[in-house]
């Protein structure tokens, strides 16, 4: 007779959200290995954590979702345990509890020893750097520093990820050394605020001197910055930039919007004057690097006007990335005490008219790469193409290089070197460049 004891406990880990929920889940699974267990990354198992988004309102829903079709399996004995951890937990725990009381368990986002005493695993400090990584091979994140001490009115990161905490750039440059020896050639620096880093470890903003540290490390090749807050940005990373062959020509900083009045109200702590100065100082410093942005539309009292002036400004600024989304109205924010009087359809109406004069520019932009040869690190192969990327690119989220497979083989996670023979709004096309 078989009994439920001799079923060999393999624990699948599920995640949602954005990259730093990726990193928590590569933490959390190196924990479990360390401790002997056998951990997968969303593929079957019969205990499941799933690690959850709480950010805005698709996030929640996509998560509760989650939770339960997993519940469905486990009434249907197809799992034996599920575990809810990440933002959505450390948000709404004891509405969860109540909710979807039959989840063995609920844990917040700082609570990974309880997590793992749970999962029948050790917490091991020694394990510095050490995870299991679930991106392709050639690329991994690198958080740099854990939640947020800014004020935005939208935004509810502080409250499910705490105040603003930098990691020492010294354990950061043995995690760097350890990924790179486990043929990881591409690190991407996240975390809420790049920009406050090291203010609370070093009393400044320690960005450059960690760049400086991290150039030094053999086998890593490309250095790409991701979330960058404007105000205070320390210029000095400009100059490393410029200097260091190694740091990506690319810079993501959501700038959310443009109006001086929904950024005062959103608490952005900038004006379009000052936000406009300081991208025409990164173009003067890094003239051929890509930024990317984030804008948020439907915000409280956004008018036609304040939207007519942001649509103006993206025109103007012809960014080469952009995304933009609409606002969702967030319990506990400063701003959800506003009258969320934007409707639905509007707010919608407003981010296709934003997408589609970025989806010109960059066309326009991509145009003047056809002739260009580029360097380029190869992600995956797809259907007839093997799929790449330009420094200018980051992973999930940018522009690809699709290159014929019928007629050259490449190896993933390889660079190399392409000749741009066409392009569209989004996507390039080019073949390996013939070398002398």
């Not at 935004?155 to 990924?179: D, F, Q, W, Y």
């Not at 993501?252 to 100065?277: N, Y």
């Not at 952009?322 to 109205?329: E, I």
């Amino acid at each position: 007779m078989r009994t439920k004891s001799l079923k060999k406990n393999k624990i699948n880990v599920v995640t949602l959200g954005c990259s730093k929920n990726v990193y928590d889940s590569e933490v959390l699974m190196g924990q479990l290995k360390a401790s002997g267990k056998e951990v997968v990354h969303e593929e079957e198992g019969n205990i499941v954590v799933i690690n959850t988004c709480g950010f805005i309102n698709n996030a929640k829903e996509e998560s509760i979702n989650t939770i339960l079709d997993f519940m469905q399996k486990k009434e249907d004995g197809e799992v034996d345990k599920v575990f809810v951890t990440g933002c959505l937990s450390e948000r709404y725990k004891p509405d969860l509890q109540k909710e979807i009381p039959n989840v063995d368990q609920y844990f917040g986002t700082t609570e990974l020893p309880g997590l793992l005493k749970a999962l029948g695993a050790d917490y091991k400090h020694e394990l510095i750097g050490e995870r299991l990584t679930t991106t392709p091979k050639n690329y991994a994140y690198l958080k740099i520093a854990e939640g947020c001490d800014r004020p935005c009115s939208f935004c509810a990161i502080p409250i499910m990820r705490g105040k603003h905490k930098s990691t020492p750039i010294e354990t950061l440059v043995v995690e760097a050394e350890k990924l790179a020896t486990r043929g990881v050639k591409e690190l991407i620096l996240i975390a809420q605020d790049l920009t406050y880093y090291g203010l609370d470890l070093y009393k400044k903003r320690h960005l450059a001197e960690l760049l400086e540290n991290l150039v030094k490390v053999d086998g890593i090749e490309w250095i790409r910055l991701h979330y960058a807050f404007p105000t205070g940005f320390p210029m000095d990373v400009l100059e490393v930039m410029k200097r260091e062959p190694k740091i990506c020509n690319y810079l993501d900083i959501p700038l959310q919007h443009i109006s001086d009045d929904i950024l005062k109200s959103m608490r952005r702590g900038t004006t379009k004057e000052k936000t406009t100065k300081l991208l025409k100082a990164f173009r003067e410093a890094v003239p051929e690097m890509a930024i990317r942005t984030t804008l948020i539309v439907g915000y409280p009292g956004e008018t036609e006007e304040n939207f007519q002036e942001l649509k103006q400004w993206v025109a103007n600024m012809r960014f080469e990335r952009l995304g933009c989304f609409t606002y969702s109205h967030e319990e506990n924010t400063h701003a959800y005490n506003l009258e969320d009087n934007v409707p639905e359809d509007i707010k919608q109406d407003r981010a296709n008219q934003i997408m589609e004069i970025q989806s010109q520019i960059s066309w326009e932009l991509n145009q003047a790469k056809i002739g260009q040869t580029l360097k380029v690190v190869i992600d995956r192969k797809e259907g007839n193409y093997f799929v790449g990327r330009t420094e200018f690119d980051s992973p999930d989220v940018d522009n690809e290089v699709l290159i014929d497979a019928s007629k050259t083989y490449l190896k993933t996670g390889e660079f190399t070197t392409v000749t741009i023979t066409d392009a569209a709004d989004f996507d390039l096309y080019g073949e390996v460049a013939v070398t002398n």
